[in-house]
């Protein structure tokens, strides 16, 4: 029995040391802060920020102006993107006027 609970020891011992070292390798390379860039300005953010906190951070009026529907924000190739929407490193996103509803 004894030499059981020594082994089931060193096999959680041993999962541990693999777990930290994957956990180490996957996050070397990963800064923790990310630049993209609204209307061409640069905004500074922490990695797994959404939309909605690069437009805060840039300018709580182009927000604002999109959570009330009077804009909508799209992707550099045009896209149109949710203010929960993820953003990656180098990202370009612009804020543009939405038309005018009718009827």
Same mark, same amino acid.
């Given at each position: ?11 959680? @011992? @041993?999962?541990?040391? $693999?777990? &930290? %070292? @994957? ?9 923790? +802060?990310?630049? $993209? ?19 805060? %951070? &840039? !300018?709580? %009026?182009?927000? +604002?102006?999109?959570? !009330?529907?009077?804009?909508? $924000?799209? !992707? ?28």
């Amino acid at each position: 029995m004894n030499s059981e609970l020594r082994l089931g020891r060193e096999v959680l @011992l @041993l999962l541990f040391t $693999v777990h &930290c %070292s @994957l956990l180490t390798f996957w996050t070397i390379d990963m800064p923790e +802060k990310i630049t $993209v860039f609204v209307n061409g300005a640069p905004v500074e953010l922490y990695r797994g920020m959404h939309v909605k906190h690069a437009l805060i %951070s &840039c !300018d709580y %009026s182009l927000y +604002k102006a999109v959570e !009330d529907g009077r804009a909508m $924000v799209e !992707d550099a190739n045009g896209f149109r993107l949710g203010l929960d929407g993820a953003l990656r490193d180098g990202a370009r996103i612009f804020v543009v006027s939405r038309p005018p509803r009718q009827g």
